[in-house]
């Protein structure tokens, strides 16, 4: 069974050592011009991680890019 999700990934911690709890430890800051950066945050020695950032413009494409892939996923089932 694939498992696509952040659910149980773990990182380790470049300073402590600790290992990370992805889900558990994401944070999302928020920038001007409706920027959001995803960052793991240790809680040990709030050492900072950051993962990626998206805008509306990306959101937007992403959204685009699950349906196609949604789309072909169903026509693959029908032939
Ligand atoms: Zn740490």
Known sequence: MEDLGTEHQTCVCDQCM???LIKGCSKIRKHDNGIKEHYIKCPRCKAEYTSFYTNEDIRR????IRKMFAL???MKKES
């Not at 494409?61 to 685009?64: E, G, L, Y």
Request: charged fraction near 40%; aromatic fraction near 0%; proline fraction near 0%.
């Open 61 to 64: 494409m992403q959204h685009r």
């Open 18 to 20: 600790t290992r990370l």
């Open 72 to 74: 072909r996923r169903n």
